[in-house]
């Protein structure tokens, strides 16, 4: 005789589904750690396929906007600035089949994020935005490029993915945000754990008025030469005479191109 009974609860549980389309599955405390990989190889994937090699990373306020009041216009102009500089002569304009380097990478938001990118899109070269998920949702600015735009939703993944291909930190002003980021690269760079990578902040007198690193000298809470692991610069040409006096730039042998 036929077994005729059916199997439709078996069909239907969620032991039964294939585990990579299981979202309850993939989103169990149980996958982070699966979780945290995948958000390392979805970028990692992507950046390989666009042949970046490097990076220029952008810190700053999300607050800051274009025509801003006090001195924010003049942050905003500046970091778009940069962002054409750094875009033009580091080399991310590469187009002989080598490698880009140099391409301006941000935390991908609002203010002095889209502002760099945005220069970067002036001159028609890929920049990258390493977006959050936030409470109140971080939307990407319009001038990331598209393929290169991720979306992160821990904090030190998108970090590990800000530090490990940059040649060179510039941090504009900022608050708890920017503070985190740049205090942490300046730890990895204090205890020897990244390379000695250039680290810029932008307008001195904002840096010097809002953090006082005299006073950790004086209670020895670092020593003097670690005040050598940043330097200050005031202009967007100066931000990039002081990444080309600490080396950085294009690699032998290669000329930037006039498109991206």
Do not use: C
Request: net charge negative.
């Amino acid at each position: 005789m036929t077994d005729t009974k059916p199997n439709s609860p078996q069909m239907e549980s969620p032991s039964y589904r294939l585990p990579a389309l299981d979202q309850d599955f993939l989103l169990s405390d149980s996958m982070r750690g699966v979780r945290f990989l995948l958000e390392y190889a979805k970028a990692e994937m992507a950046l390989r396929q666009w042949g970046v090699r490097s990076t220029i990373v952008v810190f700053g306020s999300a607050r800051i906007g274009e025509g801003g009041e006090g001195h924010h216009a003049n942050w905003y102009d500046q970091a778009r600035a940069v962002g054409r500089i750094v875009s033009e002569r580091g080399g991310a304009l590469v187009t002989n089949g080598t490698f880009r380097d140099n391409v301006i990478a941000t935390g991908g938001g609002p203010g002095i994020m889209a502002a760099a990118n945005r220069g970067a899109a002036d001159v028609g070269a890929p920049s990258i935005g390493f977006n959050i998920t936030l409470p109140h949702e971080q939307e990407p600015n319009a001038y990331s490029t598209p393929e290169l735009t991720f979306r992160f939703h821990y904090f030190a993944m998108r970090k590990m993915h800000l530090a490990m291909r940059a040649n060179a930190l510039i941090v504009f002003p900022g608050g708890f945000g920017t503070f985190d980021e740049m205090f942490e690269l300046l730890t990895l760079r204090q205890t020897g754990k990244a390379p000695p990578i250039p680290i810029v902040l932008f307008d001195s007198a904002y840096w010097k008025r809002v953090i006082n690193f005299e006073a950790l000298i004086e209670e020895g809470m670092i020593a003097r030469k670690d005040l050598d692991l940043f330097v200050y610069a005031e202009t967007a040409e100066d931000v990039w005479q002081k990444l080309t006096d600490a080396g950085v730039g294009l690699h032998a042998g290669e000329q930037a191109s006039d498109g991206p």
